[in-house]
T-cell receptor, first 110, second 113 residues
Framework: GENVEQHPSTLSVQEGDSAVIKCTYS??????FPWYKQELGKRPQLIID?????GEKKDQRIAVTLNKTAKHFSLHITETQPEDSAVYFC?????????FGKGTRLHILP | NAGVTQTPKFRVLKTGQSMTLLCAQD?????MYWYRQDPGMGLRLIHY???????AKGEVPDGYNVSRLKKQNFLLGLESAAPSQTSVYFC????????????FGPGTRLTVL
C-alpha cells in the first residue's frame, strides 16, 4: 500500500531559525498533500495543504513545496517561535483515505 | 457549533471487556474516520465511512468494528479488548467528495490492563 516517509523524526532549531520537514511517497496517483500540527495533549489541526496542480504555497511563516516528479513535499517554517513547538504530520490521499506520516517532533530552543 | 466530539475522554478496561467509543459531528460532513495514535507511529487509520450506512477498513482494522447508522455519528467498538489496543483514539470528519481538511475530535485515551 501507499506509505509516506517523513524525516526527521525529531528536529531542534534555535528560535528565529528556519525548520524544514520532508516527506516522500511512491504512488503517483496522490494529488492532495496536507500538513497537520499537534500540540502536546491536543488534537491534530490542519495548518496548510497543497494540491498537485501547484508547486508551492505560502501562508505567513509557513510554506509547503511539492515536487511531483521526485515524489516529495516539504514543510518550511521561517522565523520559528516558541509556539511552533509541536509534532507535525505530513499526509496524502489514497483512494478515499488520508494516510499520515509518523510525525516530526519540533523543538524550538530559546 | 461543537465541531467533532468524542465520548468518553478516558477509559480503563480489563482484557476481554467490550466498549463503544462515540464520535459525533454537527458539520453535516459526509466522511468520518477513526484513527489510533501510538508513540512514534503517527496516526493509523482503523476504519472509515464515506456516508451514512457505509463503512470500510483502514490500515489496522483487526479487533475493531464500526457503525454509521446516522450521518452525524460514527461508533467504534471493541468486542474483546486486548492490551495492544491501549492507545489514544481520534475521530475525524471531512466534508468529502474532494479532499479537504479533516476536523479531529479531542481524543479518547484508552488503557487495557
Amino acid at each position: 500500500g501507499e506509505n509516506v516517509e517523513q524525516h526527521p523524526s525529531t528536529l531542534s532549531v534555535q528560535e528565529g531559525d528556519s525548520a524544514v520537514i520532508k516527506c516522500t511517497y511512491s504512488d503517483s496517483a496522490s494529488n492532495y498533500f496536507p500538513w497537520y500540527k499537534q500540540e502536546l495533549g491536543k488534537r491534530p489541526q490542519l495548518i496548510i495543504d497543497i494540491r498537485s496542480n501547484v508547486g508551492e504555497k505560502k501562508d505567513q511563516r509557513i510554506a509547503v513545496t511539492l515536487n511531483k516528479t521526485a515524489k516529495h513535499f516539504s514543510l518550511h517554517i521561517t522565523e520559528t517561535q516558541p509556539e511552533d513547538s509541536a509534532v507535525y504530520f505530513c499526509a496524502l490521499n489514497r483512494d478515499d483515505k488520508i494516510i499520515f506520516g509518523k510525525g516530526t517532533r519540533l523543538h524550538i530552543l530559546p | 457549533n461543537a465541531g467533532v466530539t468524542q465520548t468518553p475522554k478516558f477509559r480503563v478496561l480489563k482484557t476481554g471487556q467490550s466498549m463503544t467509543l462515540l464520535c459525533a459531528q454537527d458539520m453535516n460532513h459526509e466522511y468520518m474516520y477513526w484513527y489510533r495514535q501510538d508513540p512514534g507511529m503517527g496516526l493509523r487509520l482503523i476504519h472509515y465511512s464515506v456516508g451514512e450506512g457505509t463503512t470500510a477498513k483502514g490500515e489496522v482494522p483487526d479487533g475493531y468494528n464500526v457503525s454509521r447508522l446516522k450521518k452525524q455519528n460514527f461508533l467504534l467498538g471493541l468486542e474483546s479488548a486486548a492490551p495492544s489496543q491501549t492507545s489514544v483514539y481520534f475521530c475525524a470528519s471531512e466534508r468529502g467528495h474532494t479532499y479537504n481538511e479533516q476536523f479531529f475530535g479531542p481524543g479518547t485515551r484508552l488503557t487495557v490492563l
